[in-house]
Nanobody, 124 residues
Framework: QMELVESGGGSVQSGGSLRLSCAAS????????MGWFRQSPGKEREGVAF???????YYEASVKGRFTISRDNAKNTVTLQMNNLSPEDTAMYYC??????????????????WGQGSQVTVSS
């Protein structure tokens, strides 16, 4: 059982920046597709950004150019740097692990492990 522990998030004004980090307990972290989903009230959980084991990254269209995902396989961590945030980014963000990315954001059903969730709130 892989444990994912998230940190970061919080509240910021529109145009600001936040960072989310996720630390995985599993030593084979480097073999997995890692990333983030988010969910806001009344909406479905959606993929935001994911990183392949070799560092290739995939982004949801609305965050491209603003969010950057990075991973450190030696430290079993993945980080999401979020810049130029807008109120539409307000959501609970979940770190997630899937066996493979498959060349794109993995579907919800592919996620094997979840983090506890981190709230991101952006005010206008």
């Amino acid at each position: 059982q892989m444990e994912l522990v998230e940190s970061g998030g919080g509240s910021v004004q529109s145009g600001g920046s936040l960072r989310l980090s996720c630390a995985a307990s599993e030593y084979v972290f480097s073999a997995y597709c890692m990333g983030w989903f988010r969910q806001s009230p009344g909406k479905e959980r959606e993929g935001v950004a994911f990183s392949e084991t070799d560092g290739r990254a995939y982004y949801e269209a609305s965050v491209k150019g603003r969010f950057t995902i990075s991973r450190d396989n030696a430290k079993n961590t993945v980080t999401l740097q979020m810049n130029n945030l807008s109120p539409e980014d307000t959501a609970m963000y979940y770190c997630a692990v899937a066996p493979v990315c498959g060349g794109d954001l993995p579907p919800l059903i592919a996620v094997a492990f979840w983090g506890q969730g981190s709230q991101v709130t952006v005010s206008s």
